[in-house]
């Protein structure tokens, strides 16, 4: 038997989104292959009978279950699916120490780690488990699905690809040997800092007050992360941000090397309009190039949608639950 951490967990409805009286809802936890206790809220469809398709859902990267993971968990499970919205490893409800830490190994196992937990649920059919990845954890989830042929189709809504973003900033601005090195002397720098201090320094979150020559894509942010839209107390980006130091393995090991290798079904979707709509073209183009299995992945555009429309709609029905419902439907039978 798997040795469980407890956890101290909330028992009060604290979404950001109302609760639906078409689904039950309940805390459960589960362990990853590196002993950390993961929090989740399964959600189960009101009137199901027998064994159901399962869904495993995570994102934003710095967001909790009680923000967008939630909401699409919650929404799934009102068309019919067993859905699990979980808290990564170090952050939210979650196990793990220090607090505010990440990386591309234990983040694609926390993935990994919640199939398993789908695969021997009395209410899921093993058969018919699939994956929901939100921004930075769209790339996590496609990473996940080259690893897991245990999961059957996968959705990445509105990615961001970790590793490339740390690597090489925004629209790849910083992709040179002097920039990832004054970047790995900085990161280093704060190692020695901290561990001097006996503490982790924190990056900060989503910047507040916000200045007036904020580029689009933190106003972005801050109307989700730091408004009643999509603020909760324990989400990393409405606070205090990761440490410092938290993402820096994302700089030396990338992401997505096989993903042309995926065999099962993959819907990658995003906002034309998003800043990052590059991450979700690239990712596509990158995993069927050379790949065999071409037929059941699907690029979809939503248009005219930023980056934060994917969260929570942001106001205009702009998540394509319908797409998302008839996409699983389809390849989890």
Known sequence: MMKTEKLNLTEEWDKTFPKSEKVHHCKVTFVNRYGITLAADMYMPGNAEGKLPALAVCGPFGAVKEQCSGLYAQTMAERGFLTLAFDPSFTGESGGFPRYMASPDINTEDFQAAVDFLSVNEMADAERIGIIGICGWGGLALNTAALDTRVKATVLS???????????????????EEQRYAHRVQLNA???KDY???????GGGVVDPLPENAPFFVKDYYDYYKTPRGY???SLNSNGGWNKIGCMSFLNMPQLTYTNEIRNAVLIMHGNSAHSYYFGKDAYENMVRGNKYTSNKEFLTVEGAV???LYDGGGKNAIPFDKIESFFKTNLK
Request: cysteine-free; overall charge negative.
């Open 158 to 176: 509105t990615m961001y690809d970790m590793s490339r973003i740390n690597a090489k900033g925004y629209f790849d601005s910083e992709d040179s």
């Open 190 to 192: 704060q190692r020695t």
């Open 232 to 234: 909760h107390k324990r």
């Open 307 to 309: 980056h934060t429309d």
């Open 196 to 202: 001097a201090a006996g503490s982790y320094e924190l």
